[in-house]
């Protein structure tokens, strides 16, 4: 347990870092892409890669994809069913924050610490289920439906923003080489490893550079609402999980942690090209990385 608190403070101390380095100037604004861009092109795929260094496939990981495909669905559906009374410009935070989980950013680091290159291929697993709506297809749908505003359709949506993901692409090919027998050879992982490890540092340096905490009350309620019904969907699935599903333990374990991450950073991004309230949405962010720092610090404690 021990191990397991001094890991979490560790990346917490990391966070503290960045949003000092930030909120000092330190930091200017416009590095922040710098960062960003490293941690999506190079390290979080890196560290992808770097999980599969003697992988051995194995189809219950498929149950893992289908559990964080249907979590993502839920609380997507459930956004979209609640606020179809609403403006369409007061729907945005609701179904573009809502549903889907920082795997790559926050998770992946936190059970690599916690769990090891294991729990990392488990959770690379389960963000194949999560990204199918969080890297595109929730964004086509609310701009399809919501907005009106139909250029291409859903799937070519879907199918283009998904191919712009380098940690995705990773995903896939691994996957399908994986299922004829072929693994990631030590001698790229022993290449690789020194860029994978940077993934965490940055990942945690990266959501302390964002972290926005200036919001009226009026905002904080729909934060407030938006986290609730995420915190509702995870904690019912996390029961299904533990009580229902048939998964062997660490697969259970690492499921679970997954399902308590917090609020994918590209839906940042999403609600900045609807010219949403971008404040709202940065706050949202930031308070869900505390919630959910909590809730996957105590997990680990009581699952591991």
């Not at 930030?22 to 604004?29: A, D, E, L, P, R």
Request: hydrophobic share 55%; aromatic share 10%; charged share 10%.
């Amino acid at each position: 347990m021990f191990d397991i608190l001094l890991s979490a403070s560790a990346y917490a101390l990391i966070i503290v870092v960045g949003a000092v380095c930030s909120h000092t100037g330190f930091i200017k604004s416009e590095t922040k892409n710098v960062f960003s861009r490293l941690l999506f092109n190079i390290t979080l795929p890196c560290t992808v890669v770097y999980s599969f260094v003697g992988f051995q496939f194995d189809a219950s990981l498929l149950l893992v994809s289908a559990v964080s495909f249907a979590a993502t669905v839920v609380g997507f559906g459930g956004a979209m069913l609640f606020t179809r009374r609403r403006k369409p410009e007061d729907r945005m935070i609701p179904t573009l924050m809502g549903f889907g989980y920082n795997i790559g950013c926050f998770a992946l680091p936190f059970i690599s610490s916690v769990v090891g290159p294991t729990g990392v291929v488990i959770a690379c697993m389960f963000d194949l289920g999560n990204t199918i709506l969080v890297s595109g297809g929730a964004y086509a749908i609310v701009r399809t439906f919501i907005l009106k505003k139909r250029t291409g359709g859903v799937i070519g949506s879907l199918i283009r923003t998904t191919l712009k993901s380098p940690a995705l692409d990773c995903y896939l090919v691994l996957i399908a080489l994986s299922l004829v027998g072929i693994s990631v050879p030590e001698q790229l992982g022993t290449l690789i490893h020194p860029m994978a490890q940077a993934n965490s540092f940055l990942a945690m340096f990266m959501i302390g550079l964002v972290l926005e905490w200036h919001i009226d009350k009026r905002h904080l309620i729909e934060v407030c609402k938006v986290l609730g019904w995420r915190l509702v969907v995870a904690l019912v699935f996390c029961a299904l999980v533990y009580f229902v599903v048939p998964m062997p333990i660490d697969l259970r374990n690492v499921t679970i942690l997954c399902l308590l991450a917090p609020i994918m950073s590209v839906g940042l991004v999403y609600i900045i090209w609807v010219n949403g309230d971008t404040q709202t949405a940065g706050f949202a962010i930031s308070l869900s990385v505390v919630v959910a720092f909590v809730l996957m610090t105590a997990a680990s404690v009581l699952l591991m």
